[in-house]
T-cell receptor
Framework: DAGVTQSPTHLIKTRGQQVTLRCSPISGHKSVSWYQQVLGQGPQFIFQ???????GRGNFPDRFSARQFPNYSSELNVNALLLGDSALYLC???????????????FGEGSRLTVL | AQSVTQLGSHVSVSEGALVLLRCNYS??????LFWYVQYPNQGLQLLLK??????LVKGINGFEAEFKKSETSFHLTKPSAHMSDAAEYFC???????????FGKGTSLLVTP
């Protein structure tokens, strides 16, 4: 079975540009989360979506937005890029339901964004 | 608010020696605790988790961790290190029942021959 897939794997942008990152969850998983991992740090929670609704939001500016589609895939958008947005962006999926979910996040390999 | 602190950003052990990676948590409610491993240029893989029940948790690749409420700790151990264990290890606590995680800064494990 396919795991969590993310695209693109690498991309380079300049300051002020906008970027869209994409994620496809494991088949049957209804919840998708996004994390930012700056070099040398642990991942930081950005968003969580379940059944197309935002379930949680981390401490990130409004330049960051996301959405989840009917097929449970998700996009993360970042506007007005700053140098500090350079990071590995990780997507994770879970079953999502409070009763059946074990709490384990299944991570993709990430999209590495470099802002020049 | 829930948070974790990983003691030691770098740990070096000899092949065959005990691995001990330290994690202390802060939580206002009974925590869900996790250890993840990250190999270079890859995503994170779950090693083990504690939710409720038995406080000694066994995971993949011979790792285990013990939840000690009195010490607010969840240290990761492995009796005998292999070269393939060299990676970045992250301790994490669940932020809320929605399973958003708060990760520590990570510990880089180096295994020497």
């Amino acid at each position: 079975d396919a795991g969590v897939t993310q695209s693109p794997t690498h991309l380079i942008k300049t300051r002020g540009q906008q970027v869209t990152l994409r994620c496809s969850p494991i088949s049957g998983h209804k919840s998708v989360s996004w994390y930012q991992q700056v070099l040398g740090q642990g991942p930081q929670f950005i968003f969580q979506y379940y059944e197309k609704e935002e379930r949680g939001r981390g401490n990130f500016p409004d330049r960051f937005s996301a959405r989840q589609f009917p097929n449970y895939s998700s996009e993360l958008n970042v506007n007005a890029l700053l140098l500090g947005d350079s990071a590995l962006y990780l997507c994770a999926s879970t079953l999502g339901g409070y009763r059946e979910d074990t709490g384990e996040l299944f991570f993709g390999e990430g999209s590495r964004l470099t802002v020049l | 608010a829930q948070s974790v602190t990983q003691l030691g950003s770098h740990v070096s052990v000899s092949e065959g020696a005990l691995v001990l990676l330290r994690c202390n948590y802060s939580s206002s409610v009974p925590p869900y605790l996790f250890w993840y491993v990250q190999y270079p240029n890859q995503g994170l893989q779950l090693l083990l988790k504690y939710t409720t029940g038995a406080t000694l948790v066994k995971g993949i690749n011979g790792f285990e961790a013990e939840f000690k409420k009195s010490e607010t700790s969840f240290h990761l151990t492995k009796p005998s290190a292999h070269m393939s264990d060299a990676a970045e290890y992250f301790c994490a606590v669940s932020l809320n029942s929605g399973y958003a995680l708060n990760f520590g800064k990570g510990t880089s494990l180096l295994v020497t021959p």
